[in-house]
T-cell receptor
Framework: SQQGEEDPQALSIQEGENATMNCSYK?????LQWYRQNSGRGLVHLIL?????REKHSGRLRVTLDTSKKSSSLLITASRAADTASYFC???????????FGSGTRLLVRP | GAVVSQHPSWVICKSGTSVKIECRSL??????MFWYRQFPKQSLMLMAT?????????EQGVEKDKFLINHASLTLSTLTVTSAHPEDSSFYIC??????????FGPGTRLTVL
């Protein structure tokens, strides 16, 4: 079963703008991860944030985690057309290492 | 990063036949591999966890007799869809985990059952 929801389901922005995607989950977690998927392809790991971390940066990506609200956000700054993809959050709940994925956000960056 | 391959990348089969999908970790030993299914424009749904040398653990609602998983070595797990039907048509993705937090995903296999 899916762990949670992401919003928005779809996001269309102009190149150069920032894109923010949100993820909510239901149970306690060990960590939360963000992945990108280009159409019909496999997943690319973007960033992992542990339950005791609140914010993490990687290049143009910024991830926040609020365990009290059971939510996370992914910010992509200065977006590019190549950022067009679906973005998924995934939570790892326990030592089983299982990943439970959110519903995903389809991002379109218009050139 | 580590590389995970899947074979085949796509397969078309007739209803009632069985299809085997391979997942290989190319440059690391994967103690655990996972199999996911993804329907068009939907998220990934975890099907089962595959541990080398032991029986796979299936998620609720996944038929273990229909989706046979074998993790024969630390670099190979196979998923066999038995007696496939059109409703089994989907994108099947595996991931592999070594001794670190990150899971590495294969490129996926698109199965079409006619």
């Amino acid at each position: 079963s899916q762990q949670g929801e992401e919003d928005p389901q779809a996001l269309s922005i102009q190149e150069g703008e920032n894109a923010t995607m949100n993820c909510s989950y239901k149970t306690s977690i060990n960590n939360l991860q963000w992945y990108r998927q280009n159409s019909g392809r496999g997943l690319v790991h973007l960033i992992l944030i542990r339950s005791n971390e609140r914010e993490k940066h990687s290049g143009r990506l910024r991830v926040t985690l609020d365990t009290s609200k059971k939510s996370s956000s992914l910010l992509i700054t200065a977006s590019r057309a190549a950022d067009t993809a679906s973005y998924f959050c995934a939570t790892e709940r326990d030592s089983s290492y299982k990943l439970i994925f959110g519903s995903g956000t389809r991002l379109l960056v218009r050139p | 990063g580590a590389v995970v391959s899947q074979h085949p990348s796509w397969v078309i089969c007739k209803s009632g036949t069985s299809v085997k999908i391979e997942c290989r970790s190319l440059d690391f030993q994967a103690t655990t591999m996972f199999w996911y299914r993804q329907f068009p424009k939907q998220s990934l749904m975890l099907m089962a966890t595959s541990n080398e040398g032991s029986k796979a653990t299936y998620e609720q609602g996944v038929e273990k007799d229909k989706f046979l998983i074998n993790h024969a070595s630390l670099t190979l797990s196979t998923l066999t869809v038995t007696s496939a039907h059109p409703e089994d048509s989907s994108f099947y993705i595996c991931s592999a985990r070594g001794g670190h937090d990150e899971q590495f995903f294969g490129p996926g296999t698109r199965l079409t059952v006619l």
